[in-house]
């Protein structure tokens, strides 16, 4: 395997896994398994049909729980656990194709792991904002979104490499302007929940606690204000 190839694998692989990991495992092993693709000898595993039949009902079970509001977060929340650590291990072994022997493998799991957390933290970021939208049709749209992507990233890591790590590098950039944003916004949406929990616990506000609808559309209200006053309120930014 070539050097850029190798390294649009490695980083194609750790991406994935950090939006779906049970569709790149899918990918991988239907490549590698109808010879469409040489994997490493140690990715070759993925092609093993009980390990697809696994990740086939994995990949199930998340395309539903993906869309459902609330679900989707929980279950990102999870996976956070789950996706990082086998992004890096699945990018460790790819890094097989370097011919560096173990410091090739440990550059693939430190570069493995670094952008499966980057990948996954942006999914699971985004996700939690949408949630505050009133759409339920957001949910889906994304999850399909977040699907296609994947599937795509990785055909264009192992077809056309240099195409894959122009858009890695453009999804970098985009990254490092998103995140801030995306964290003042989950940072004003607690706050905001926390306050609105906390006034039905006190009883204010009879409207909210004997209407849900209202008190729905006023945590909306409250999620998509953007106050700057929050930011008195311990907000770190």
């Known amino acids: 395997m070539e050097t850029i190839e190798a390294i649009s694998l490695i980083l194609g692989a750790a991406w ?58 929980a279950w990102d929340g999870l996976h956070t656990f789950i996706r990082i650590p086998a992004g890096a291990l699945l990018a460790a072994t790819a890094a097989q194709g370097l011919d560096m022997g173990q410091a090739g493998e440990l550059v693939g799991l430190l570069l493995g792991g670094g952008v499966a957390a980057t990948s996954h933290a942006t999914k699971a970021g985004g996700r939690v904002l949408i949630n505050t939208s009133p759409e339920p049709v957001s949910n889906w749209g994304a999850s399909l979104t977040e699907d296609l992507a994947v599937f795509a990233g990785l055909w264009a890591a192992l077809n056309q490499p ?42 204010r506000d009879p409207d909210d606690i004997n209407t849900p609808p209202a008190g729905r559309q006023r945590l909306l209200r409250e999620l998509s204000r953007d106050d700057p006053n929050h930011r008195s309120n311990g907000d770190p930014t």
Request: overall charge positive.
């Open 162 to 203: 240099w195409l894959f790590l122009t858009l890695f590098f453009v999804f970098l950039l985009i990254v490092a302007w998103l995140l801030p944003k995306i964290w003042r916004a989950i940072w004003r949406a607690i706050t905001a929940l926390r306050r609105w929990i906390g006034g039905r616990s006190k009883g």
């Open 16 to 73: 994935a896994s950090g939006i779906n990991l049970y569709a790149a495992v899918l990918v991988l092993g239907w490549l590698g398994g109808s010879g469409q693709l040489d994997l490493p000898p140690d990715l070759q595993v993925l092609s093993s049909p009980a390990v697809m039949l696994s990740a086939g009902g994995m990949y199930l079970v998340e395309f539903f729980a993906d869309k459902i509001p609330g679900v989707d977060t």
